[in-house]
């Protein structure tokens, strides 16, 4: 079962792999041997959409050049979607300050063009807003690019309800490339998107892509109130997510899950699938065995109106209001 990205011809499988833990110290993919194994896995187990960035990899262009090496001949089996223009890391580029700029958007290609060893980029997505950058300088230079056949299809992360709205009137008052995409933060337990993200994804006909949707491994059902599992990656690196999280709520939806048949991991899944407009859910692994987890728990279970509206009930999204 495949599905498209928002108004585009893009069809990527409903739940993605994201990239980020490729050469991560101590997870199992911090060397290449470890994801040779998750993309072998992913690849058999019919995840399409692989989800990275420039700055992924705990050293700027790590997992892209890891990905590049694991490919190999198997690039034209998935969807490639990788970022540019994320502050959080220093780039190796000029003008880098201005990371929406077409002299940065230029280098930035060609950099990962180059480490992932391919002609061509699937969906290439400005991974945070520039303010230092007017959006019609980006999207003329992004336009460019899907001209030259260098990228397929755009899309943006992290933009807000505004800024959404913008860049689609920008891109069609200038006659350029629209984008189809909008990758943000989005769970049961982080449903911010919902009040203005998701909406203006819906009315600009664009596919959502939600990342950290099982909230760094809260909802896959490994943790309880008791038990917080010390080699997860929260308590590593984000323990205050499981020492601030509702677990009240947490404790109702497992028993929901426990009445409904399912694991936490399938309702969770097969929530965020019925969420309009979700194309596909994008999920980090570090190992085959969640690969395999994650894939078939996405084709396990779709709630129903009334299973939506219990799952609703515990984690209500926000108001409109002010």
Known sequence: MTRTLGNSGLVVSPVGLGCNNFGRPGAPTEDQRGTDAVIGAAIDAGITLFDTADMYGYAFGRSERM?????????????????????????????????????????????SLTRLRTDWIDLYQLHMP?????????????????????????????????????????????????????????????RDSDREVLPAARHFGLGVLPFFPLANGLLTGKFTRDHFPADSRIMRQRPHVAENADWDALDAYRALCDDWDVTMLEATFGYLLTHEPVASVIAGATTPEQIAQNAAAGDAFRPSAAQRAAIDALFPAPTTEA
Request: charged fraction near 25%.
């Open 67 to 111: 990905m590049g090496e694991a490919l190999g001949a198997r690039r034209d089996r998935i969807v490639l979607a990788t970022k540019f223009g994320h502050p959080g890391m220093d780039a190796p580029y000029t003008n880098a300050e201005a990371r929406g700029s077409r002299r940065y958007l230029r280098q930035a290609i060609e950099g």
């Open 130 to 190: 520039d303010p230092l950058t007017p959006i019609a300088e980006t999207v003329v230079a992004l336009d460019e690019l899907v001209r030259e056949g260098k990228v397929r299809y755009l899309g943006h992360s992290n933009l807000s309800g505004w800024q959404i709205a913008e860049a689609h009137f920008v891109a069609r008052e200038l006659g350029c490339s629209a984008f189809i995409s909008a990758q943000n933060e989005l769970s049961l337990v982080q």
